[in-house]
Structures are given as C-alpha cells and as structure tokens.
C-alpha cells in the first residue's frame, strides 16, 4: 500500500538520517539532535554534507518525513517563514513542507510506486521518493533509478517468459506430433473395418446378419468419433472443434443411437426405445456423426444408472418453417434420479451425478460436458429434469435447415393409412405413452392395455392391429387375439411360433416400423436398393495413390462398384510415372508413405505440370485429421482433402464434383473449410506462414467469387489473421 506521510507527529526526541541520491541502503547515522536545536541542526547537516540531497526525520511515533534541500533553503530564505519554522518543532515543520514524499510500506511493489511517483509534478532534477522495502529498511530511492531498476526487473522478467515460451511450444510440438501419430495409426485399420463393412451391405444377406453388419458399422463409427475427441486435444482446448454441413437422415440417426446400445440394454434387462416426430422426416443439413455422439453419452447415461426399467429418446419438433426447424430430444429414464444439488454440476467435467457409483459403472464423466460443448457449438441448449428416485430427463434443442436430398423426401400424405388403429399391450408405462404419443402425429389412433383381455376386445372393436413385446407374453396370447393382425416384438435371433396373421419386429422398440408395416412396408427386411453407377464415370479414370494393401483394396473396390476404372500405385515415384504416361480425371493421394510422401508428391507435380494444359484434381487421402492438416495440403498444392476412414458416399460425391463439368461450389466449400482450419492455427503458427496461407485463399476466393462479389481490394489492406476472418464467413451456395 501506498500512503502520504505528511502527518503531524507527536513531539519528542528524533533522529535525522542523511541519503546519498544513488543509493540504495541507508547511510551513517547522525547524532540525535534536540527539539530546540532541530531546525538549525538540520541546516547545519546540509551545509557540512553538500552530498546530501535530502534528509528524513524520524519522530517519536515511528513516523518518517522527507525534507529536501531545494525546500529547506526556499523555504528559509523567506524572514516569515525562517521566523515561524525556527521556533516550530521538527515533526511540525516537515508537515507543511509543500513537496511531499510517498511512502511505501514492506508489502508494497516497486511497480505501483513507481506509477504513484510518475504521476506527480515533479520541480526538480532529483526526485526522491521515500520507501520502506523488504530486507533495505528506510531508503531514499531516486525516480530515476526507480526507473532503471524496474527496466531491468522487466527485462529479467521477459527473458524468463520467453524461455518458459520455448518450453511450452516443444512440449505442444511434441504432443501434436504424438496425437498425428496416434491418430494415423487408428485410423488406418478403422478405414478397412469401415470400408469392408460398408461394401458388404451392398450384398444379398438376411435380415438379421444385415442388421448385425450395420451396428458393426455404425459402432465404428462411433469408435472413430471417440478417437476424435480423445486425440484431437488442440480443438477441444482452444474451442476449435469444427462441425460438418452435410445431409443427413434425423430419423436414421436416433435409430443408429439406439441400435448401437440395444445390446447393453438388453444385458441390463431395459426395455430401449426411439419415437420420431414424422415432422423430422427427411434431410437436414448438419453435422450427422456429432448429433449422434451428442444421443449416445445421453442414452449410455441414463442405461448406466438406470438398474430396471425403461429408457426412451423421443425427437419432437417445437418450430420452424418449410426450411428449417427446432429438433428438441428428450431422453427419459426410470433410473435412481438426482438431487437439485447434483442437477447443477452435471455439466461439468468429471463430474458423475453419484461419484460412489463410478466404480461399478465406469466412465470418465467427460460424457455430459462434451454434449454440452457440442450443443453450443450447434447453437441449442441443454439440461435436464429429474426427480431423486423417481428418474431423469436430460433434453438439448437444436436448430436444423432442412435441405432437398434424392432419397430423404418426407413422407407424403398418401402414405398415411387409412382407418387403422394399434392397441398396445405392455407393462411400461412410459414407453406405452410415447408411443402412443407418437403414432397419434401420424394420424394413427392407437390405446395402450396393461390388460390383454382389455387390448384385445378394442382391437377388434376397432379392426386395431395388437402390438406387443414377445417376451412379456412367453406363453402367447389368449384365444381373444385370434384371427386379430399382431406385431411382435423380439430379440435378435429368437424365433418365436406365431400365426400367419403376426409379423415379426425387432427389438428395440421404434415407432417407424411400425408405421411402415401398418402400411404393408417392410423396410427391415429388404435388401437395400443396389445402386447404379453413373454411365458418365467410366470415362474418368482415378489414380489411387495408397501404400498400405488394405486401404487401397478397399477404395479401389469402392471406386469400381461406383463405376470408375482406378490404376493403384503404391508409391510417390510411381504416381509420378503414371501421371505423366496417361491421363487422369482426379487422383487419390495418400500423404503418408515411405521415402516420397503424399506432399512431395503433389509439389513435384505440380511443378511438372505447367507444360499441360489442364489441371489434374488431387485430393488428399489421410488418417491425419488434425487441425492444421487441410493447411498443409494447401500448401503442397493439392485440391481436396478425405480423412480416413471414407465413407463411399462422400468418395462418390467428391469425385463426381471435381470430375464433373462445375467445381465451383465444391471449390467454394474447401475454401471454406480450408479458411476455418488456417484461422484456428492464429496465434498457434508462425505469423508469416498465417499471413501466406490466407493470402493463397485470398486469391482463390476472388477467382471464385470475383472483385464484385467480394471486396477483394478491402481485404488485401488486412492482415492474414483478419483475412481469414473474413473468408470463414463465406457460405458456399450453389448458384
């Protein structure tokens, strides 16, 4: 703290000790003077010592006064004053001198003495300043010596700073190259698990080895979006996680999440079930893998402290017009709830809602805190209902744009049924609700029955078709269900005896199947449609450009089921050799292999390649998804980028954009994600490589876009941070 010293002290013996300006201890002490004979002593000091610049009297009750000569002689030079101060005593005459001293006291910083002193009006050459400092006792400082030393002070002090800076960037360096390096590695066998499962359900296969093969997939998947979030610890930490913008099928999504936990359910004795708000049907635009992870650590949650009972995840539409929507989920369980108390941190890391329960169950408690960035990111909310014993809803509500995809129509009003009702029989009371709930928006009237002699006598009153689940009536039903139309619910595999009058659902429980099969659809086991390949495709031959066998088995046999021809290479150097004996539409470039990388690659061809006339499409094959890897592909000249695992539907939609006759929407879209990716490494990369990057963007965007549609001029006066600032805001359209 800092404080004036100028107060009137109590009379009394005092001592005066003298200073010299460039110095920082105390001098030799003087003898102690009398009161009468203090004024004049004090002269006489400062005409014996004409080094001193100053002296501080120290009265009785430990106060200290700075007296300066500059003062001392103006002020006595004066009869009035030489008269009154010559009969006043020491403590009294250094109270009314007019230039005061500040004071520190032991705890007080230099720093803030220093502003204090820099502040005040200073008259004189020599500024003194009167401190008390830790391990010196009472000094005199000189402001200009203050400053010196506080220069040196911060210059100690940025050294230091610079040297921890150097530490820490070797140990980020270190950890992204250990995280790139993991990444690879998993991603690489990922891509033929993903790859293979993928073409095998093109094949003719029954309904329940489908069904096998598709959880495979999609858990997977779901392995991949783990391996995201643990690995890719750059994003998480500095708030960089990116979301995609693709179509993707709602109701398809909410069934993947509940068939990948149907088994853990089922081990658990809980009836899982998804009800779809048919408002949902259809394509929305979105980030599909992120919405399910985000469906998943709620369901796995609830299933995990959830000890019998039921758990539910219900989609519901709030708002919203013919382009868009508010999709709001709600996860119900009957599990062991929680207290208001636990509700308010649940969001938070490492955080479990019964922390005595994490050794029987499991988990990190990082589950519900991602939902919870992930949801942000979307622009929803998120939280939660729950009533301690009684269970829990957790719910989050996300806006969604609706987009026109081939395939991902809305159900349309013909397909409603006609004059059909469902009685259903069941003991859980709350998934009997939701459905109901459900088939009602689908214009389907439809009664729950704990009773099955009560379900049966409305069925037939109203020609209702009797829906139940097969292991909740193992002995069958009675003789009021014959001749009634039934739907049976059942596990996997189990192959119960039912009349020609029953159809077969599996498990878990969903109310688009059974809507499909009230109208006659049956959508499980069918084969799915084989696709056509696009005539136009065997024209354009691809250059697969992979070193592992595995992976390049599997895009190639992608490639040509979709009906492109592929030459397979498995070097640099060869890809080199091909590229320049025939011609390629696009080339599929693996960025890591031995000797001639994917990048060095690209860089020598692209430096042959200005004696051809045309510009071949190279896109990026990696297991590198890391933030900064689109850069780098940038930087070796390369158009595209896949990661690793690819899905055949995002090779296939890739290839047909830059094998087609547009690449300008396509090319739009990389620029976009290249932006966003260059803008996350600001203040991470150096300066001059931020500034080439978006400089590089700079000039596509204006071939892209041309000077009137984007300020191109304005934006050149900007700096590369800014630039890419600007670019992430670009929404690539058609048209």
């Excluded at 005066?16 to 201890?25: C, I, M, N, P």
């Excluded at 992204?176 to 990922?190: G, K, M, Q």
């Excluded at 949650?301 to 539910?312: D, L, Q, R």
């Excluded at 859980?428 to 459900?438: E, K, M, N, T, Y």
Aim: with cysteine.
């Amino acid at each position: 703290m800092v404080s004036e010293p100028l107060q009137r002290g109590t009379e009394g013996a005092i001592e005066a000790h003298g200073f010299l300006a460039d110095v920082l201890h105390l001098a030799s002490e003087v003898p102690c003077l009398p009161d009468s004979a203090a004024t004049r002593e004090i002269g006489n000091l400062f005409r014996e010592r004409p080094e001193l610049l100053a002296v501080v009297i120290e009265g009785s009750d430990g106060t200290h006064h700075l007296v300066t000569k500059s003062i001392y002689h103006e002020l006595m030079a004066r009869p009035y004053f030489r008269e009154i101060y010559g009969r006043r005593k020491v403590a009294t005459f250094t109270a009314h001198l007019a230039e005061p001293a500040l004071w520190a006291t032991p705890d007080a910083e230099l720093g803030l003495l220093l502003q204090r002193a820099m502040s005040r009006p200073g008259r004189h050459g020599f500024d003194p300043l009167l401190c008390r400092l830790p391990g010196r006792g009472i000094c005199i400082l000189d402001l200009q010596r203050l400053v010196v030393e506080r220069a040196e002070d911060l210059a100690t002090a940025n050294r230091q700073v610079e040297q921890q800076r150097e530490l820490v960037e070797r140990a980020s360096r270190a950890k992204s190259e250990f995280v790139a390096n993991i990444s690879h590695e998993i991603r690489t066998p990922l891509n033929g698990i993903l790859g293979l499962s993928e073409l095998l359900l093109d094949a003719e296969l029954p309904p329940s080895e489908r069904e096998m093969l598709r959880t495979l997939r999609v858990s997977g998947e779901q392995l991949l979006a783990v391996l995201n979030d643990v690995l890719d610890l750059s994003k998480i930490e500095a708030g960089h996680l990116e979301l995609e913008r693709i179509p993707f099928d709602l109701a398809r999504v909410v069934d993947e999440a509940i068939q990948m936990l149907s088994g853990k359910a089922q081990g658990g004795g809980l009836r899982l079930g998804a009800v779809v708000d048919p408002r949902l049907y259809g394509a929305f635009q979105g980030d599909p893998t992120r919405l399910r992870q985000i469906m998943l650590n709620l369901l796995s949650n609830a299933i995990k402290f959830t000890a019998y009972g039921e758990v539910w995840i219900a989609a519901t539409s709030m708002a919203g017009g013919e382009d868009d929507a508010i999709a709001r989920f709600e996860v119900f369980d009957t599990g062991c709830g929680m207290t208001p108390e636990v509700q308010q941190q649940i969001f938070q890391p490492f955080v479990q809602g019964d922390s005595s329960t994490s050794r029987r169950h499991g988990g990190t408690g990082l589950g519900l805190a991602i939902s919870r960035t992930l949801v942000e990111l979307m622009g929803g909310r998120i939280g939660v209902e729950s009533t301690h014993g009684l269970g829990s809803m957790f719910w989050f509500e996300v806006p969604l744009r609706r987009v026109a995809t081939e395939g991902l129509a809305p159900r349309s009003d013909d397909q409603q049924p006609a004059n059909k009702a469902v009685a259903f029989l069941s003991r859980c009371a709350l998934g009997s609700r939701l459905l109901v709930q459900a088939l009602e928006r689908h214009d389907v009237r439809a009664r729950a029955f704990q009773s099955e002699r009560d379900a049966c006598l409305w069925a037939q009153k109203c020609n209702a078709t009797l829906c139940y689940v097969g292991e909740e009536f193992r002995h069958g039903l009675g003789e009021d269900a014959d001749g009634l139309q039934k739907l049976v619910w059942v596990h996997h595999g189990d192959q119960p005896t039912l009349d020609r009058n029953s159809r077969i659902l599996t498990l878990p429980l969903r109310d688009g199947p059974i809507f499909d099969a009230l109208n006659g659809v049956r959508r499980e086991a069918d084969s799915p449609a084989p696709r056509v390949a696009d005539p136009r495709r065997c024209q354009h031959r691809i250059l697969v450009v992979e070193d592992n066998p595995i992976n390049h088995r599997v895009v190639a046999a992608m490639l040509r089921r979709g009906g492109w021809p592929v030459t397979v290479v498995e070097s640099g150097a060869a890809a080199l050799r091909e590229l320049s004996q025939q011609d390629f539409a696009a080339v599929l470039m693996d960025c890591q292999m031995p000797t001639l990388d994917g990048y060095e690659t690209t860089r020598q061809w692209r430096e042959q390649e200005h004696a051809l006339a045309r510009h071949i499409p190279i896109i990026a094959l990696t297991a590198n998804a890391l933030a900064g890897d689109r850069v780098r592909c940038l930087q070796a000249g390369m158009d595209d980028y896949l990661s690793k695992p690819v899905r055949r539907d995002r090779l296939e939609h890739v290839l047909d954009t830059w094998c087609g006759p547009d690449q300008r929407l396509r090319r739009l879209e990389v620029l976009h994600e290249m932006a966003v990716d260059a803008h996350s490494l600001v203040g991470a990369a150096p300066a001059e490589q931020v500034e080439l990057v978006a400089r590089r963007l700079l000039e596509q965007a204006e071939q892209l876009l041309g000077a009137e549609t984007l300020p191109v001029g304005k934006l050149k006066e900007l700096d590369g941070a800014a630039i890419l600032a600007c670019l992430t805001t670009l929404e690539p359209r058609a048209g």
